[in-house]
């Protein structure tokens, strides 16, 4: 996603500032109603983009290809109604055309492709980043209403990456189709420079801090289920503890039945311990499905705005300055040729170049600003992600609660069984017992 844009190639002497081209969107759609005011304004809330879509992705068995196996998906989308299968190949087709399409927008990254002797742990974890990217693509205002989306959650030809192709060739980019692209710098603020500067700078610190607040969350969850392994080791040795059939001899036992009794004890202790595991795994998986993916979902947004920023000075920003310095080295040659008298056809071929620069140093005006335009919502939206925190948070304190409130209720149905194990005692000693 760094360097420059796609659509940088389209920024030349030969792209012109609007041409007629078709909008890309589904013909069986009606068009996008432009909300009246500000079209620069994003009228949206948090729970609308959330209700876009909700996509599923899940891991089909693998099959064998003729050398490899390869992995596939099932893409089921609520807003379609429908289940298409995907390979890791038809996710990347479809994150190139997006940004084809959609240069100066977040597209968020796709997770890295498989490597050799890719394990279990790997291809979930892509299943699991596969899964933000869509849904974040689904949830994306002019993604969700563009045809290469619908295309790639309903299509269920073996063709879909022919066909995202076809439906970006010739169509041009947002900058060539949005009817508001000529007239972006009349809805900037005049010190759009600096807001995005300290934009920029803003979401920078926010990135860093959720991403603190996601390795911790991680860990969290990682020890849950550490915690739940020893139990059941600690259950499971009890259980060996008190099925041990080694015989006592009897001068050391002095005729009591003290050690047949714990051992019997012992035994049955297994079976809480096992439960206490189960509900420690439970906790660790919930947390790891509501607190750290959320965090994860919210981090690829992020991402995809840094990314954003990079390829707005990488792309159309950095292209505008060499035409600008192209035009200047073009105009001081203008001045040595008349300076020179040289031919007349030399110096006509020059005032043709000239033009020519000039008409491309124009476009290249316009995409900046259309870009900072695009920019600006794009920052819009993470500032209506933004309270999906007070979503995480919530998870992460019912999470703890629920947890702790299910392993306290097998703790409190075990304490009774320990009795036995005390013997001329009907309760289990509460006072410590020193080394």
């Not at 599923?56 to 429908?82: A, D, M, N, T, W």
């Not at 043709?352 to 600003?369: D, F, G, K, P, W």
Request: with cysteine; proline share 6%.
């Amino acid at each position: 996603m760094d360097g420059e844009s796609p659509a940088g190639t389209a920024a030349g002497a030969t792209d012109s500032a609007k041409p007629p081209l078709s909008d890309g969107r589904d013909p069986e759609e009606p068009p996008m109603q432009t909300p009246p005011g500000n079209p620069l304004v994003v009228p949206h809330t948090l729970p609308e983009l959330l209700g876009k879509d909700t996509v599923q992705v899940e891991l089909i068995p693998e099959k064998k290809g003729l050398f490899l196996k390869h992995v596939e998906y099932e893409v089921s989308s609520k807003r379609f109604k429908c289940s298409v299968y995907r390979r890791y190949n038809d996710f990347v087709v479809f994150h190139e055309t997006l940004l084809q399409k959609f240069p100066y927008r977040m597209v968020p990254s796709l997770p890295p492709k498989r490597m050799l002797g890719a394990d279990r742990e790997f291809i979930e974890a892509r299943r699991r980043a596969l899964k933000r990217f869509i849904n974040l693509v689904a949830r994306h205002p002019p993604f969700s209403e563009d045809v290469l989306l619908k295309l790639f959650l309903s299509f269920s030809g073996s063709d879909v990456q022919n066909k995202l192709k076809e439906l970006v060739q010739g169509v041009g980019d947002e900058f060539m189709i949005c009817k508001f692209a000529n007239q972006a710098k009349d809805f900037l603020p005049a010190d759009i420079q600096l807001q995005f500067a300290a934009s920029r700078e803003l979401i920078r610190n926010i990135y860093n801090s959720f991403y603190k607040l996601r390795d911790r969350a991680e860990r969290i969850a990682t020890r849950a289920v550490d915690n739940a392994a020893d139990l059941l080791i600690f259950g499971k040795e009890l259980s060996a503890l008190g099925s041990d059939t080694t015989p006592l001899p009897s001068w050391a036992a002095l005729n009591s039945s003290a050690w047949g009794n714990l051992k019997q004890a012992l035994k049955g202790l297994s079976v809480e311990f096992a439960l206490l595991a189960d509900k420690a795994v439970q906790q660790g998986k919930q947390e790891e499905n509501d607190v750290v993916e959320k965090l994860n979902l919210f981090l690829d947004l992020l991402q995809s705005y840094k990314d954003l920023c990079e390829r707005h000075e990488k792309g159309v920003l950095h292209k505008h300055q060499r035409a600008l310095h192209k035009y200047s080295l073009m105009k001081r040659q203008m001045m040595s040729a008349a300076v020179q008298n040289k031919e007349p056809e030399t110096v006509e071929q020059l005032e043709s170049r000239i033009v020519e620069q000039e008409n491309a140093i124009l476009t290249m005006e316009l995409r900046n600003y259309f870009s900072l335009y695009c920019l600006h919502q794009e920052t819009q939206l993470i500032h209506i992600y933004l309270p999906v925190t007070s979503h995480i948070l919530g998870a992460f304190v019912n999470s703890q609660i629920q947890g702790h409130k299910e392993m306290s209720k097998v703790w409190n149905e075990l304490k009774p069984k320990l009795n036995c194990l005390f013997v001329g005692s009907g309760n289990v000693p509460t006072s410590s017992f020193a080394p």
